[in-house]
């Protein structure tokens, strides 16, 4: 039996499905006990030094069990193995994890492993510049959930904004070609699957590198013609990318959702300089406002990072200023985590860090209210919902809005995995409750 888990984004969720989908050729069950598994495999992120401290705390555990089960085979991969002096600290420290490897050879997992089973040696792979460049095609997939499905449009990104670790643990933006995204996006829609989010640490950039003309919304395009039930997310959008065409594309293709995940990272022009984001808030402010005119009802989501290294109490004032002017649904918020290797790490960060959560504090106050009022005037409106699970109280069902939003209703089970529509009538906290009108 094999267990995977799984760290960080959804970049590694679906490396996972990989993972998975490869070891279930080769025979193997999973199993979410530890005790049960002859293989643990933990598909690590890299992106925040708490990320990777639960890897090494997880990891540490597992030492007993190695000692009791000479066995286990214990293995780490993911975003955290591609930084060498991670890789190093495992060989030294962790001497019972026999199988370490990057993201670059997700597909060669049976190789890996068989070379782990016989050479009686500990195994290290990372990837090289030749892999770097090519994308496999035709991985099996174990895909964890049955209503919705991720797909990976392009892998790696270019943007080395310079807090960030991906560019170096994930590699250069490579784009997969439209036929190939094509025939699994029309496998899902046939499987059943009714949510497929495209992913890519900037999907906007889709399409550069490729032999045919193609921009992220020409995908979005080409996707829409497939026939059936079910609709398209994506993410990330870098607002540098993000074009018009985008948003005229969302507004035209009614199987799009109605949001938009927009990280925006601070409101102060100076640090977005510093942080190597190549836009303004001004530019930022302007697709919100064309969003916002063109898709009536559009929501957005961001991501921002307080404690950026030298951000001022006035860098940190327009944050909420642009925060409260958008007017977010949801909003990810990170303290600024240093990163060894990236050019943020080199810079004077003299914030206390008590200063640091001082600020998310108040951040988070101001989004809280921002958030409940929204989520109220969402009441009233009939939506219509995929539904995905059980709500809170006994005989409810629980469903998705475009935006992102919860709603539970009394309805009977047999609505699961299909749409329903859905008055709302109230809200506890953030999540709305509503009443089926028709299915
Ligand atoms: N490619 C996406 C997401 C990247 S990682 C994008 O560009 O938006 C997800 C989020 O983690 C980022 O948007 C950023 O807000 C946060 N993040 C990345 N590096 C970080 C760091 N060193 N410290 C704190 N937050 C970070
Ligand atoms: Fe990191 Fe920036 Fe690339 Fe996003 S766009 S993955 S934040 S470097
Ligand atoms: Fe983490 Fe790798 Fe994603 S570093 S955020 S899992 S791309």
């Known amino acids: 039996m094999a267990l995977v888990r799984t760290y960080g ?5 679906a490396d996972s499905e ?3 989908g490869q070891l279930q050729e080769m025979g193997f069950a999973f199993t979410e006990q530890e005790e049960e598994a002859d293989l643990i495999l933990f ?14 705390g997880n990891v540490g555990n597992l030492k007993a069990l190695k000692r009791q089960k000479p066995s286990l ?26 199988l370490v490897f990057g993201t670059h050879v997700v597909h060669k997992l049976p190789e890996l492993l068989y070379q782990t089973l016989t050479s009686g040696k500990r195994v290290f792979s990372r990837g090289d510049d030749s892999e770097d460049k090519t994308i496999v095609e035709g991985l099996p997939i174990h895909r964890d959930r049955d209503i919705r499905a991720w797909l990976t449009v392009m892998y790696g990104c ?5 807090y960030c670790i991906v560019p170096y643990v994930r590699g250069r933006e490579k784009s997969r070609k439209p036929g190939d995204i094509l025939a699994e996006f029309k496998s899902l829609v046939e499987a059943g699957y009714k949510e497929i989010t495209l992913l890519g ?8 590198g490729l032999e045919e003309q193609v921009d992220f919304s020409d995908l979005l395009n080409l996707l829409c013609t497939v026939p059936g039930d079910y609709h398209i997310r994506f993410m990330t959008s870098h607002p540098k990318d993000a074009s018009f065409k985008l948003i005229d594309t969302i507004a035209a293709q009614p199987k799009i959702c109605k949001h938009l995940h927009l990280p925006v990272q601070c409101g102060s022009d100076r640090l977005l300089v510093q942080m190597n984001r190549h836009y303004t808030v001004e530019h930022y402010l302007e697709l919100i406002e064309y969003a916002r005119k063109k898709v009536p009802g559009i929501t957005f989501s961001s991501d921002i990072i307080v404690g950026f290294p030298g951000e001022t109490e006035e860098d940190f004032q327009k944050t909420l200023e642009l925060v409260q002017k958008v007017g977010y649904m949801q909003l990810f918020t990170f303290i600024y985590s240093k990163r060894t290797g990236t050019k943020a790490a080199d810079m004077p960060d003299p914030t206390p860090r008590k200063e640091k959560t001082d600020r998310m504090t108040r951040l988070l106050k101001v989004q809280d209210d921002i958030a409940m009022a929204l989520v109220k005037a969402q009441v009233g409106q009939t939506v219509r919902v995929l539904v995905e699970g059980y709500g809170r109280n006994e005989g409810t069902l629980s469903g998705r809005l475009d935006n992102n939003l919860t709603v539970e209703f009394e309805a009977d089970s047999a609505l699961m995995g299909s749409y329903a529509m859905v008055r709302l009538t109230g809200a506890r906290a953030t999540v709305l409750l509503g009443e089926l009108v028709e299915s």
């Open 73 to 98: 085979i214990i293995g780490v991969c993911g975003c955290m193995m591609e930084q060498e002096h991670v890789a190093e600290k495992i060989r030294q420290s962790y001497p019972y994890v026999s």
């Open 9 to 13: 984004c959804q970049q590694n969720v």
């Open 18 to 20: 990989k993972l998975r």
């Open 43 to 56: 598909n690590t992120c890299a992106v925040r030094e708490n990320a990777e401290f639960r890897v090494y």
């Open 201 to 208: 640490q900037n999907v906007n950039s889709y399409g550069k």
């Open 158 to 162: 270019d943007n080395f904004c310079t």
